[in-house]
């Protein structure tokens, strides 16, 4: 087991903190996982898409460049991050129905909750670098979470 506190103290500047920005919607509080990223410019279609492959543990960080006009996350695409074996979603932006997030058991990090749900244009892309939050998110690289905080590690 970790603490993100402990991943701090022990290597330092080796790895990235993000800035806390982010509340904890999911059943689980700690999770990690290789990152796997979606730019989801207020349409979660890529969201999904990623979120019906097999997650093999990883995290899902879903870059809304935090927007707040739109959920990416709800708890239908949740309870199938769950089904489909992924450790954890962190949104920078908004999710929705969080009294249904809280009983999933997956890790789920946003910046607050918003009802409207997104468009469903196709728009976006998939496994780029993303930065917010002061951290890059480099597909392949480890995330732990944890109730205090976002920590990164190079793979």
């Not at 920005?21 to 999904?48: C, E, H, W």
């Amino acid at each position: 087991m970790f603490t993100t506190a402990d991943l701090s103290d022990k290597h330092g500047e080796e790895v990235r903190i993000a800035e806390p920005l982010f509340r904890d919607y999911g059943l689980r509080k700690a999770f990690s996982g290789q990152i796997s990223t979606v730019v989801a410019p207020g349409d979660n279609s890529l969201v999904a898409a990623a979120i019906e492959e097999t997650g093999q543990g990883r995290v899902l960080v879903v870059d809304n460049a935090a927007k707040m006009d739109c959920a990416l996350l709800g708890d239908r695409l949740a309870f199938l991050a769950y089904e489909h074996n992924w450790s954890g979603v962190v949104v920078n932006g908004c999710v929705r129905d969080s009294a249904e997030l809280v009983s999933i058991d997956i890790g789920i990090k946003a910046i607050g909750t918003f009802p409207r749900r997104s468009l469903k244009s196709g728009g976006g892309r998939r496994d780029v670098p993303v930065t917010f939050a002061g951290v890059v998110f480099r597909p392949g690289d480890w995330l732990y979470a944890d109730e205090d905080g976002i920590v990164v590690a190079q793979a």
